[in-house]
């Protein structure tokens, strides 16, 4: 990249030559028509959810098994949009409306072992499905036993 010349026979330099390949590369995307699309499939997401909920507590369970179950419930779908292939097609749409979290992390955590089913069910799917949820177990227990500690030591009970 550092042998481009211009048109009067000057050196570029590789910051510039890199600059105009990424923007001839680049697609243009209208950051508004992105976050409104962002904005209304994540929130659709969160609307079944509730959705969800309330059908589960109009059939009498109680608010905490409720919120469990929806829980599941929206982790399982995604897991299995992610297997049969529709939730890439729906993040190519919704881009960062599809990470709500619980969504987003099933999607992650399935997506990681989907691509690797062809190494196996062991040595594929077993291991790479711990891609993303062992960071996030790691942390989650490492920041327990931080909190624990500061809740004793501050006197709690």
């Known amino acids: 990249?550092?042998?481009i010349l211009h048109?009067?026979?000057a050196?570029?330099?590789p910051r510039a030559v890199y600059r105009e390949m990424v923007a001839r590369a680049s697609r243009r995307t209208n950051v508004t028509a992105t976050c409104i699309k962002a904005f209304v499939i994540g929130g659709g997401i969160c609307v079944i959810g509730e959705l969800l909920r309330q059908m589960l507590l109009a059939q009498g369970l109680e608010q905490e098994t409720a919120g469990t179950w929806t829980s599941v419930i929206l982790v399982f779908c995604?897991?299995?949009l992610t297997g049969l292939g529709l939730y890439e097609k729906l993040a190519k749409h919704g881009g960062a409306g599809t990470l709500v979290p619980i969504t987003g992390f099933a999607n992650a955590v399935s997506s990681a072992a989907v691509e690797s089913k062809t190494e196996g069910f062991v040595l594929g799917v077993g291991t790479k499905i711990f891609t993303i949820a062992g960071p996030v177990i790691l942390y989650g227990t490492a920041a327990s036993v931080v909190y624990g500690v500061i809740y004793l030591l501050a006197g709690g009970k």
Do not use: D, L, R, V
């Open 1 to 3: 990249m550092n042998g």
């Open 7 to 9: 048109s009067q026979g």
């Open 11 to 13: 050196k570029e330099p």
């Open 78 to 80: 995604s897991a299995m």
